[in-house]
């Protein structure tokens, strides 16, 4: 059965078939792998076939990206920017199809799945701005005649790895400043988003040849871990960046430490909510003067949620990635309830070809230690607490660091949940949820969250080098902190 008839004819839009070649190697595909296929988690039926790179092509493919890097460092950073602005218009001429695959083959709704790309796209008209705004700073010297400079150079090639989660707006928050930035990028996808990594390095590709640069600049694997093994070893990677679980962020992290290289973790998250009992709601932590009410407007609204098709108008909740997501899902299931947790909606697998589960509210006691691990399926805690105090201590008495709010009104609240004594995440929102982060700020988290920032703010800084320049314009040779050797 053609792709057209099976619903796919949109693969055409986006240079995808039923065969395709899972690396962009110096310009072109190129795999020598095995075959792997892609699967709709709405079904789990086949979607088209990838053959994945051998580590022989991924060694002929950094050679080549090595060689490329030594051109586009040198190319100035408005000329790179111009270079990814129309990487933006590609990938703006081809939104719709590309939301579709991505709600498609990693399973979110269809309106998120367009939200991801529309975000690369924002990368990209953030990054030419910031390709003529990578300032450095003239530092007053203390020695007369002289002027320190700090200036920022590209590091070479930035190492990207994505997880299936957030198969393609990951990359828009590293590739877009690690390009105006000046470096190559090395791009390993999720190993099961591959068309996801393939179409979107379709039209990278597009545009660089017609500006008649080196395909070299952005190299791209789809593949599994042992491709991933190979960018934390490889010492002409200067920067890692790493997305997905603690566990195995910590073993790429100290891989690229032994060789003295930089690391950008963004990994697990576990988001708290706190309504405090002046917040405005029509919500997770809740104060108990308002709990009974916050709660049955959550399961009420719960038991609405659609679940179904990602491709369907009005899903709300799509399915989730893999089989053994689901089995996940079950144990955790297990595992809240054998710790006193009572499931008040949800709970159970929708039986289906594809991977459905149905959305859940616990509640559960904080003392729980099943609230401190990240379960990464729909399933939302729900705790009573009686201060602001003893919510901020719940909050940071996780693991993780990622994101967290709190509904308010008081201004005191307010400006203590965002201070010193406050939450200790990487995101701190108020009256808004613990998702859909702007990309004008950083974006990473705290504790076993990473330490990593990406997107905006300053985050470009950690795609360059900085270098301290002093220099003397006099004819005497004074020494610093005043010493004289007599």
Same mark, same amino acid.
């Given at each position: ?74 190319? $100035? ?13 590609? *990938? !703006?001429?081809?939104? &719709? ?51 320190? *400079?700090?200036?920022?150079? $590209? ?29 190559? /990028? ?15 390095? %379709? ?34 990677? $200067? ?16 891989? /690229? ?42 399961? +009420? ?49 929708? &039986? ?13 006691? $904080?003392?729980?230690? /099943? ?40 201004? +005191?609240?307010?400006? %203590? ?12 929102? /108020? ?34 080098? !900085? ?20």
């Amino acid at each position: 059965m053609g792709s057209e008839d099976r619903g796919l004819g949109f693969f055409k839009d986006i240079g995808l078939s039923s065969n395709n070649i899972g690396s962009f190697i110096d310009g072109k595909w190129k795999a020598n792998g095995s075959s792997t296929t892609s699967l709709n988690p709405s079904n789990n039926q086949a979607i088209a076939q990838v053959t994945e790179p051998t580590l022989q092509d991924y060694e002929e493919g950094l050679n080549a990206c090595n060689e490329a890097a030594k051109i586009w460092m040198t190319v $100035p950073a408005p000329k790179r920017g111009e270079i990814v602005r129309q990487i933006g218009e590609a *990938l !703006r001429a081809k939104l &719709e199809p590309l939301g579709k695959l991505v709600a498609l083959e990693m399973g979110k709704i269809l309106p998120e799945g367009i939200g991801e790309v529309q975000e690369i796209i924002d990368m990209c008209d953030y990054a030419v701005g910031l390709s003529r705004q990578l300032n450095g700073q003239i530092i007053p010297s203390e020695r007369p005649d002289h002027v320190m *400079l700090e200036t920022w150079n $590209p590091l070479g090639i930035v190492g990207v790895i994505t997880a299936f989660n957030f198969p393609c707006a990951v990359l828009g928050w590293n590739a877009c400043i690690a390009l105006v930035c000046g470096n190559c /990028v090395v791009w390993k996808g999720a190993p099961t988003t591959p068309l996801i990594t393939i179409a979107v390095t %379709k039209l990278v590709a597009e545009v660089l040849a017609k500006n008649n640069l080196p395909g070299a600049i952005f190299t791209s694997f789809c593949g599994g871990a042992e491709i991933g093994q190979a960018i934390a070893k490889d010492t002409r990677i $200067p920067l890692v960046s790493f997305t997905g679980s603690t566990k195995v962020g910590l073993a790429v992290q100290k891989i /690229v430490n032994e060789r003295f290289g930089k690391c950008l973790l963004e990994l697990s998250g576990n988001n708290a909510i706190i309504v405090m009992d002046d917040a405005d709601i029509k919500l997770a932590f809740v104060h108990e003067s308002i709990y009974k009410d916050v709660l049955d407007q959550l399961v +009420e609204v719960y038991k609405q949620v659609k679940i179904g098709d990602p491709l369907e108008k009005g899903t709300l909740v799509g399915p989730l990635h893999t089989r053994s997501s689901v089995e996940n899902f079950k144990n955790g299931i297990s595992t809240i309830k054998s710790q006193g947790g009572k499931i008040l909606t949800g709970g159970s697998i929708v &039986e289906s070809e594809g991977n459905f589960v149905q959305p859940t509210i616990v509640e559960i006691s $904080p003392n729980a230690a /099943v609230v401190k691990e990240e379960l990464f399926g729909p399933v939302l805690y729900v705790m009573k607490f009686q201060t602001l105090e003893e919510a901020i201590i719940l909050n940071n008495s996780v693991p993780q660091g990622l994101s967290s709010s709190i509904f308010t009104r008081r201004p +005191e609240a307010i400006f %203590k949940w965002i201070g010193p004594r406050g939450s200790d995440c990487g995101i701190v929102n /108020v009256n808004i949820p613990t998702n859909g982060a702007e990309i004008g700020g950083a974006f990473g988290g705290e504790k076993a969250t990473g330490g990593g920032r990406e997107a905006g703010s300053d985050s470009w800084k950690q795609y360059m080098r !900085r270098s301290t320049c002093t220099i003397n314009y006099g004819s005497e040779l004074p020494l610093a902190q005043g010493i004289n050797f007599g």
